[in-house]
């Protein structure tokens, strides 16, 4: 790793974790992963999925509805998810098995009521800036390794965005997770290849 290089760990919070709200199957075997692959790093980021009560991409938001199913919202098409990583929640708190006390910064995502945020850089309307890339910039870092969850969806987004954002990038899949949900991971893959981000295992960095 150089003075360039910076971690980025997705989500990792209880409720992608096994008897969670939305839990990711696997979510939690990724944990002692992650936190060997941290130590490497100099430098981390944590973001962390936090909602508030009545979020819009809750199913329970929108009556007759239920989790899985898609509707059109003003930014496009939105699929309503279960009530989780809830603001002040056990939910939403870190796993507590995540041990990296040498993050340098907790990036808060999904806090707009009215907006989804699966990238730690642009809400779902791709218009809304959450400051990440910015804060990337002017500390200096040129190439972006993500880890977490999920693979198919935060951080599928964040890789995305990334590139967009003119960073160098590598998703080291052995420490992700994924949903699974309607061919989302063969989507995610195919997109990350596309973009020429690499899709490395633990052993490869």
């Known amino acids: 790793m150089t003075a360039s290089d910076i971690l980025l760990v997705?989500?990792?919070?209880?409720?992608?974790?096994?008897?969670?709200?939305?839990?990711?199957?696997?979510?939690?075997?990724?944990?002692?992963i992650v936190n060997r692959i941290a130590s490497r790093f100099a430098h981390v980021v944590l973001t962390q999925d936090w909602h508030p009560r009545g979020h819009n991409s809750f199913a329970s938001s929108h009556p007759g509805r239920v989790p899985y199913d898609v509707v059109e919202v003003s930014y496009g098409r939105q699929i309503l998810w279960p009530d989780h990583c809830v603001q002040d929640t056990p939910g939403a708190a870190f796993q507590k098995d995540l041990h990296i006390p040498h993050?340098?910064?907790?990036?808060?995502?999904?806090?707009?009521?009215?907006?989804?945020?699966?990238?730690?850089?642009?809400?779902?309307?791709?218009?809304?800036?959450?400051?990440?890339?910015?804060y990337l910039r002017e500390r200096g870092f040129a190439r972006v390794f993500l880890a977490g969850l999920a693979f198919d969806f935060c951080v599928r987004y964040s890789a995305e965005d990334a590139v967009r954002e003119g960073f160098s990038v590598v998703v080291i899949e052995e420490a992700c997770r994924a949903i699974d949900l309607d061919g989302s991971v063969a989507a995610t893959r195919d997109s990350l290849a596309k973009l020429g981000i690499a899709c490395l295992g633990e052993a490869a960095l």
């Open 10 to 32: 997705v989500d990792i919070q209880n409720d992608f974790c096994p008897e969670g709200a939305l839990a990711v199957p696997g979510g939690h075997e990724i944990v002692p």
């Open 103 to 134: 993050a340098e910064l907790i990036l808060r995502k999904g806090y707009h009521r009215a907006i989804d945020s699966y990238s730690a850089f642009y809400e779902n309307d791709r218009r809304t800036p959450t400051g990440l890339g910015g």
